[in-house]
């Protein structure tokens, strides 16, 4: 690994001067961006940098930083087997912390007349760059990035027609746009959304024979960021023996074939299931290969939506698919630029518990956390209804400092980003913005854990008890939730009835219900 002092030699001034300086990050790995356009190799250079403020600033896992720094190291790379000059700074502990010290190191070595760059996929990168090349009195040029379908100004010209903002109705608008999934004026099958018929749980005898997803063992120059990074974080969670994610464009692209070709099909159908040390089921495994743009959103939507032209995949699967990458990935982009910086400290519900230790070990006696906080620390991966149903709902009950959970979240998966994490987080996960994202909190008891996985077998709580030994603490805390919010959700469309059915409990089953929760919020129990 390079010295600082290597590194700085690396960038020692050219002999004829440096036209463009194009600023690429980690999550911006796309060979067609906008910044390679008119790129001339003889007057312009790319410049990229592993800095320790991005693994630090969040605790990150292993693997999300081996995942970040092993795609950097390949794009850099393959843009200088194109013939590209790249400044490329390697991560050491003694170097530049952050991005901005980083570059304002290089701009004062390199002196381009200019800085280009896509716009950044985060608030607090952004506001570094354009920091650091105002200091340096060098103008910045912020490029669209074309990885997206749609772009900020779309989402805000369309926000600004609509008295609530709701994914259903943005989803609807890009399809009318971009003709995915339409016959002409209608939507294929006659309807927008599939939901009913997708969403079920496994019979009793579990998922059945899958296909293991495609493999990617680490090569040569991976293995080598998986020593370092073993070596510059000891005692950060995740089990490095284990990685296997795709890097290049090239195995991403395979990533994508494998995904339509075998678990498409009957994705629908088991999108929301659960099944205790099975991690991967149905889903793609694609959401870091698309957030570092190895794998162009348009590129994926369109493959499924062939395997449906072609009868390879029911219309269900298909659009229930589309729908998280043209729907609800363009859309919470839209909502992070729109609402922040503001957006990243909501906390309506009043949530100010801490995180529970056990986020961060997995040791906790609630079968369903252990099994998807284990995955999550060892793999950097857990699918989306872990997220939403297991881990986020435990934290919206429980009322954990959205900061927090939010953090943690950006801490350990391979795929989190900013401008997605956040607003799942504190808008679908945690109802932090009060509604902006989404229409309802997602809560439920344990009866919806039971319904969905075979977790609940393997527990030592009932989902159906809400109080005594037994009671399942995911119902004691939906009922509290209830119980702490009953003014904010009784005239809710959607939550009223559950509020109206809490108080036709009895005063005795109410306090015990009160307890309960208390004594789960107490330092050795949420631990």
């Not at 990617?216 to 991976?222: H, K």
């Not at 919206?396 to 980003?417: F, K, T």
């Not at 009932?462 to 030994?469: D, L, R, V």
């Amino acid at each position: 690994m390079p010295t600082a002092t290597a590194v700085r030699a690396e960038c020692a001034p050219r002999t004829a001067p440096l036209r463009r300086l194009a600023v690429v990050l980690g999550d911006q790995l796309d060979a067609e961006s906008a910044i390679f356009d008119g790129f001339d190799p003889d007057a312009d250079a790319v410049w990229m940098a592993e800095v320790s403020d991005e693994a630090s600033h969040v605790p990150s896992t292993l693997p999300r930083i081996v995942m970040f720094l092993a795609a950097m190291r390949h794009f850099r790379d393959a843009l200088r087997a194109r013939g590209l000059r790249v400044y490329y700074r390697e991560l050491t502990l003694d170097g530049a912390g952050s991005i901005g010290q980083a570059l304002a190191e290089d701009l004062e070595t390199l002196r381009p007349a200019q800085v280009v760059t896509v716009e950044a996929g985060e608030w607090r990168l952004r506001e570094a760059l354009r920091a650091t090349c105002r200091a340096a009195d060098l103008p910045l040029s912020e490029l669209a990035d074309r990885h997206f379908i749609s772009t900020a100004e779309e989402f805000s010209a369309w926000a600004a027609t609509r008295k609530e903002w709701r994914l259903e109705y943005f989803y609807r608008h890009l399809r009318r746009r971009t003709g995915v999934l339409m016959d002409g004026d209608t939507p294929c099958g006659g309807q927008w959304n599939f939901d009913k018929e997708n969403r079920r749980g496994f019979p009793a005898a579990g998922p059945g024979l899958l296909p293991p997803p495609v493999a990617f063992p680490p090569d040569a120059l991976t293995r080598d960021v998986c020593d370092a990074v073993a070596r510059l974080f000891p005692g950060r969670r995740g089990d490095l023996s284990r990685f296997d994610w795709p890097v290049t464009v090239e195995d991403a692209q395979r990533a994508l074939a494998d995904f339509i070709a075998h678990r498409l099909p009957l994705f629908g159908h088991f999108q929301d299931a659960m099944w205790h040390g099975e991690p991967w089921l149905y889903h793609s495994r694609l959401a870091a290969a698309l957030n570092l743009k190895l794998l162009r959103p348009a590129v994926v939507v369109a493959a499924a939506e062939r395997a449906f032209r072609t009868g390879h995949a029911p219309l269900a699967a298909v659009e229930g698919f589309i729908r998280q990458i043209l729907g609800w990935r363009e859309y919470v982009r839209g909502v992070y630029w729109q609402s922040m910086p503001d957006y990243a400290g909501q906390n309506v519900l009043q949530a100010n518990e801490p995180l529970p230790d056990f986020f961060w070990t997995g040791d906790t006696d609630r079968a369903c956390l252990r099994d998807a906080i284990g995955q999550t620390l060892d793999l950097g991966y857990a699918h989306h209804i872990q997220r939403l149903m297991v881990t986020g709902l435990y934290a919206l009950l429980l009322g954990v400092r959205p900061r927090e959970i939010h953090a943690w979240y950006l801490a350990v998966y391979v795929d989190a980003v900013e401008w997605v994490e956040l607003p799942n987080v504190l808008g679908m996960s945690q109802f932090a913005d009060g509604g902006r994202l989404a229409s309802k909190p997602y809560i439920a008891s344990g009866r919806y854990i039971d319904r969905m996985s075979n977790y609940c077998g393997r527990c030592r709580y009932s989902p159906e008890q809400a109080h005594g030994p037994k009671a399942c603490p995911f119902t004691t805390l939906y009922w509290d939730f209830l119980e702490r919010h009953a003014d904010r959700f009784w005239g809710h469309p959607r939550l009223g009835q559950q509020v109206r059915n809490l108080q036709r409990m009895s005063p005795d089953t109410r306090d015990a219900i009160r307890a309960q929760a208390a004594m789960l919020r107490a330092p050795a129990s949420a631990s």
